[in-house]
């Protein structure tokens, strides 16, 4: 019996660590025992150990016990545990094998129905699990673990791999009978959607881009959910030194794909995370269920981080929130009907935003040449934005640009470049050089005219979330 736990006792320093010593029981209990401990370790994993000889057999499952049939993960076969770990909780300090923090996520009893070198079945009898469990092995010590069993919850289905973000229509001020919208502020950043399940943070853009690697710092939010598995909706930014959303330090971030870059400016532009809304929770879609609700659930999760936040929204008191914004130097006011569901992709009347000043997104088509030094490079350009389909020309733009962003705006266009004038609708510069209509920028600018171009606009920085084709004109 000493044997088995001889790898337990090897790894561990019992003078530094709370964890309990290799002791062997001198009786057997009355029913086999099993336990599931959430393990904050340099990675959360979830040990699953089931009583056995006098010792626990033990698993580290990285993205914890299934709840779906339709679902296997992964299970890491360990040295066998002495018995009184069972009742282990606490913090293995730092320095020891394992360190972290242990909690005890279920326990109970179970019964064998088949045990050996390859397979073993189980029914368990816990507090959050209940069910008949298989762990196959696949090779070396890497086993799956299999629920045999349909989900406990009956009505619990399978997380989607993408939502397209809901959208809002832009209003030039807060509905006057407030008391039945929510207020939240308008964060400018990038739209992302978070997908959460077994510790694991996946970040989708709103064209459906898988952006998690460049943003390592919303990552730990996966251990903060634990084993919770849900959806979020939020906005990236950058904060300035006076705590503001800034979308010209975000571009930054935009766009990278060297490891190594992205931890630099990890130091130089960090990032949080505001999240909004709450699409998904443990099996169950929220779209359906009102905006309240869906917030309601959203504070329920407590998601407060070093790198999260989720900011709060006030029922009623628009005009006061919007004066707030205005006064904080931030872009505007969110406003969501209290009872309004998630309609993904669509733009309707029952979200609408309301901005300090006139911002736009335009697909950039083309440039015309700068002066001095510039002579021969880009030093303005010309933007536009479909409607009925077409492109429709929307005026030039030549402030707002560092040499820098010019210099990166002709690497992107010069590939692009073409003969062919792409706008259908208006009369650009004949001496105009230009592009597909794949890029995609944001201008601020005082109005637009009576022949739909904008006046005095200035150029804020690339839109490298947005798609060309889905670049429409926003009136307020």
Known sequence: MAAKLAEYKAKRDFKRTPEPGARVPRRATPALRFVVQEHHARRLHWDFRLER???????????????????????????????????????IPAGNYGAGHVSIWDHGTYETEK?????????????????????????????????MDPPQDP????????IEPMMAKLAPHVPTADTVWGFEFKWDGIRALAFVDGGRVRLLSRTGEDITARYPEVHPMGRALGSREVILDGEIVALDENGRPSFEQIQGRMGLTSETEIRRKMKEIPVTYMIFDLVWLEGHSLLGMPYEERRRKLGQL????ASWQTPPFEKGGGQAMLEASAKAGLEGVMAKKLDSKYEPGRRTGVWLKVKNRNRQELVICGWMEGEGKRRGHPGALLVGYFADGKLTYAGKVGTGFSDAMLDKLQSLLEPLEQKENPFKVGKPPRSAHFVKPRLVGEFEFVEWTRSGQLRAPAFKGLRLDKPARKVVREDG
Do not use: C, Q
């Not at 816990?126 to 673990?145: P, Q």
């Not at 407590?302 to 981080?305: E, I, Q, S």
């Open 115 to 147: 045990w050996s070198d390859r397979e073993v079945m189980v029914i368990l009898h816990g507090e959050r699990v209940d069910g008949r469990y298989v762990l196959f092995r696949t090779r070396s010590n890497d086993w799956m673990i299999h629920r």
């Open 155 to 162: 009505g619990r289905k399978a997380m989607p791999d993408h």
């Open 302 to 305: 407590k998601l407060a981080g």
């Open 53 to 91: 000889d006098g010792v626990l057999v033990s698993w580290a499952v990285p993205k914890g016990v299934p709840p779906d049939p339709k679902k296997n993960h992964l299970a890491v076969h360990v040295e066998d545990h002495p018995l009184d770990y069972i009742d282990f909780a606490g913090d």
